[in-house]
């Protein structure tokens, strides 16, 4: 085997051991580091959550000092400045006496930003960078986005059928899609920090918005557009207790109901003075309070308005094998103004093809989300 692919195949395990931890580190990225020695692994680590030890410093302890004359593999950059509850992983490296270090992506955060690679060079290690770097940087698209804007990434999720129906002309939606399809989207929302719905949804499904898995998962925070404040106050968001409840309104919202929503221990947020919320201020809200991403499962209507702002990063849309009907009395997934020409519609880039049981899912990146230029 030759030195590449060695090195090739030593990342590809540091991305498995950073994968391990989807879901679990925000606001932080997702690392992994592998430490091999002489063709032995002898140090494996993930960043499993936020405040606990980096990739680096658990693969470290594990190698001990085997760790000297060494080469880590790691998939983010390593960090070259102290934190609240961790010290540089640089420092480390640099203490452990590694003698190569090779790196997937360089953090995009400022306050490394290639810092991390030019200190461990200062101290004579052997640095690269960017081998298998698109895998790194897919696998913290959240993280990039945040660190940068401090707006959290939002992933749309829709399911419909092939004539393209959320619900059927009575608002039936119980099942669209197939038992696979609707274990990844518990797997989505363990990877989001948040997960929103409209008001419109609520009323209809009374969701608990919950994660649900075989392994231990994370609840997101539960985020409800609600621009007059309709929320029941026997709602088992408001209720069960089971996570975190942020309701979105205006600031003609009734006040009483706000007051009875925050002693039911409910978090209210004005989001604009106007008749609905204001999509854009919530999100600057929301990544204010360390909501880094969120899965957006909303009706079309809210659909549309969140994807007409430019507010929507990623879309996942799962296709049924199915047809409802149902004309204009069966909702779409998405609502919005449209447009005149075909030349104009919001498209789809990046797109792929993923197939859940009998569903396929189609993934992309809608063409017009903001910083979409600068991204591309």
Not at 45 to 58: D, F, I
Not at 123 to 147: D, F, P, R, W
Not at 197 to 206: E, K, Q, R, S
Not at 245 to 273: F, M, N, W, Y
Request: aromatic fraction near 4%.
């Amino acid at each position: 085997m030759s030195a590449i692919m060695n090195d090739e195949f030593y990342m590809k395990l540091a991305l498995q051991m950073a994968e391990s931890a989807s879901g679990q580190t925000s606001v932080n990225p997702v690392v992994g580091c592998v430490i091999v020695k002489e063709g032995r692994v002898v140090g494996l680590g993930a960043h499993l959550k936020r405040g606990e030890g980096h990739a680096e410093v658990n693969a470290l302890r594990m190698a001990g000092a085997e760790a000297e004359g060494a080469t880590a593999y790691v998939t983010l950059e390593p960090c070259s400045h102290y934190r609240k509850m961790t010290p540089p992983c640089c420092d480390r490296l640099i203490e452990a006496k590694v003698a190569r270090v090779i790196i997937a992506a360089l953090d995009p955060n400022p306050q490394v930003a290639g810092n991390g690679v030019t200190r461990l060079r200062e101290a004579g290690i052997e640095v690269s960078h960017g081998l298998l770097e698109h895998q790194s940087l897919a696998m913290n698209e959240a993280y990039n986005k945040y660190i940068l804007t401090r707006l959290p990434y939002v992933t749309l999720k829709s399911a419909s059928t092939l004539d393209g129906k959320v619900a059927a002309r009575t608002g039936d939606s119980r099942w669209i899609s197939g038992a696979v399809s609707r274990q990844a989207v518990h797997t989505m929302r363990h990877r989001n920090a948040g997960i929103m719905i409209g008001i419109g949804t609520l009323l209809a499904d009374d969701p608990q918005l919950t994660t649900r898995l075989e392994v231990p998962a994370l609840h997101p925070t539960r985020i409800i557009v609600d621009s007059k404040l309709r929320i029941p106050l026997d709602a088992r968001v408001v209720t069960d207790g089971e996570a975190p409840t942020i309701v979105l309104t205006t600031a003609s919202a009734d006040p009483d109901k706000r007051q009875a929503l925050q002693a039911a221990g409910v978090e209210v947020i004005e989001c604009g003075d106007g008749p609905n919320v204001d999509l854009a201020e919530a999100m600057r809200l929301l990544g204010e309070r360390e909501i880094s991403s969120i899965l957006l499962e909303g009706g079309g209507r809210l659909n549309g308005s969140m994807l007409e702002a430019g507010l929507v990063d990623k879309i996942a849309l799962f296709i049924a094998p199915k047809l409802i009907g149902g004309g204009a009395a069966a909702p779409a997934a998405f609502e919005f103004g449209g447009f005149d020409k075909m030349a104009d519609a919001i498209i789809l880039e990046a797109v792929k093809y993923e197939q859940h049981g009998d569903d396929m899912a189609i993934v992309g990146y809608p063409s017009n989300r903001r910083g979409a230029a600068e991204r591309s």
